[in-house]
C-alpha cells in the first residue's frame, strides 16, 4: 500500500531549511528595519521570544542528527540575483521584498551555518522549487525523500512542501522545527498541509535519525 509514513533512508534524503535567514530570522534584520521598537515588540516579539527558546534549538538539533546519520543537510535563503532586485518574483516587488545580491542579510544564521560541503541556494520567489535549481540537484543527489524545516511555516514552508509532493518526493514536515507569527497561523497551517507529508517533531524525527545510525 502506498503510504507517506514511510521512514526515511538516510542516504536517498535531504533535510532542506527554508529562509533562516539574517533577513527574517533576527531582530535587527531587513525585514523589520523600518518598524518603531513598539510596533516590533508588539507584532512579532512572541514571536522571536519562540523561536529563540524552541525553534532555533530544535532546528539546531535536527542538524546534528542529520549530519550524523549522513542525510544531505541543504539550506534555502531569500537573495535576489542583482542588487536592484529586478529579477525578483512579483509577488515580492509587490511585498516590497529584496534581500541584495551579496548582502548580510541574506545570508543562514550564523547559529545554522551552512558546514564547509553543505548546499546553500538563494531563491528569489516564495517556492524554493520555483526559482532555484532544487528539484535538478536534489536528483542529481540521489535524494527521494525531503524533510522540510523553517520560516514562515504558513508560507515559505508550506510552499516547499507542496511543491515537493508535486514533483514526487516523499515530505516530512518537523512540525516544532517550523515557525510562523502567531500560535493560530500556526496550528492552522499544519493542520492544512497534513494531506501532503508525513508530520513528526524533532524528538520523533531524531530518535528516527540515531536508529538509523546504528
Known amino acids: 500500500m502506498l503510504t507517506r509514513e514511510v521512514p526515511l533512508d538516510p542516504a536517498a534524503s535531504a533535510l532542506i531549511y527554508i529562509d533562516v535567514q539574517n533577513f527574517s530570522a533576527r531582530r535587527d534584520g531587513g525585514e ?19 523561536f529563540e527558546a524552541e525553534t532555533l534549538p ?16 541543504m539550506y534555502t535563503t531569500i537573495e535576489s540575483l542583482t542588487k536592484d532586485g529586478r529579477d525578483r518574483s512579483l509577488d515580492y516587488k509587490i511585498t516590497g521584498f529584496n534581500v541584495p545580491k551579496g548582502s548580510w542579510d541574506g545570508r543562514p544564521l550564523d547559529a545554522l551555518a551552512p558546514g564547509e560541503d553543505e548546499i546553500w541556494l538563494p531563491k528569489n520567489s516564495s517556492s524554493v522549487f520555483v526559482s532555484t535549481n ?6 542529481c543527489l540521489g535524494v527521494r525523500q525531503v524533510v522540510i524545516a523553517g520560516l514562515v511555516t ?8 507542496r511543491d515537493a509532493c508535486d514533483l514526487g518526493y516523499l515530505v516530512t514536515q518537523v512540525t516544532d522545527a517550523c515557525l510562523t507569527f502567531t500560535p493560530e497561523r500556526q496550528a ?20 528516527e535519525l540515531e536508529g538509523s545510525a546504528k
Open 154 to 161: 504558513d508560507q515559505c514552508v508550506e510552499g516547499a512542501i
Open 188 to 207: 492552522a497551517s499544519i493542520t492544512a498541509i497534513k494531506g501532503y507529508c508525513r508530520q513528526l517533531t524533532t524528538d520523533d524525527l531524531v530518535r
Open 32 to 50: 523589520f528595519k523600518d518598524l518603531p521598537a513598539e510596533e516590533f515588540e508588539a507584532r512579532y516579539g512572541a514571536f522571536f521570544d519562540k
Open 58 to 73: 530544535n532546528m539546531q538539533r535536527l542538524r546534528d542528527a542529520a549530519r550524523a546519520a549522513g542525510v544531505e543537510v
Open 134 to 139: 532544487i528539484d535538478y540537484v536534489l536528483r
